[in-house]
């Protein structure tokens, strides 16, 4: 995957709000180690009977994993995408969730979109062909 140069930054949530994204950047850090495709059906059955997410809603949700984990703020945006989306399905919300490369120069990123616009994502991404997604169940935006 892609990674930034510098962690991103974010500021500390206080600790009674730290719970949730939390456990979030956890079981992300489990579901990662699993297969692309497994990942992608995992995804997809979480992502169920949710309604989509607003642009400042998955905004606040990455901005929390990052706050809450270093793994999340720096080398990890596979770990950061699925937490952000984990995050959000804990609040019945889904933001669609991408996978994807580019060839010139070759990398691999993986980041969160709403109504096709990435969020919070450093550098341009119109570059990369998406390769795995999992699109809110729901087309209708709220």
Do not use: I, N, Y
């Not at 990674?3 to 500390?12: F, K, S, W």
């Not at 699925?82 to 669609?96: E, I, K, M, Q, S």
């Not at 010139?104 to 990123?109: E, M």
């Amino acid at each position: 995957m892609t990674t930034p140069v510098v962690a991103e930054q974010a500021a500390r949530l206080p600790w009674r709000r730290q719970l949730e994204p939390r456990c979030a950047a956890g079981v992300a850090r489990l579901l990662v180690r699993l297969p692309p495709a497994r990942l992608q059906r995992v995804l997809r059955l979480v992502s169920r009977g949710t309604r989509p997410a607003g642009h400042a809603e998955v905004t606040r949700a990455r901005r929390s994993v990052v706050s809450v984990s270093t793994r999340c703020a720096g080398l990890g945006c596979l770990q950061r995408s699925v937490a952000t989306v984990l995050l959000c399905r804990a609040r019945g919300r889904w933001a669609d969730w991408c996978t994807g490369f580019r060839t010139q120069p070759f990398g691999a990123h993986a980041w969160v979109e709403v109504d096709g616009r990435p969020v919070d994502e450093p550098g341009e991404l119109s570059a990369f062909r998406t390769v795995l997604a999992v699109r809110c169940p729901d087309g209708s935006r709220s």
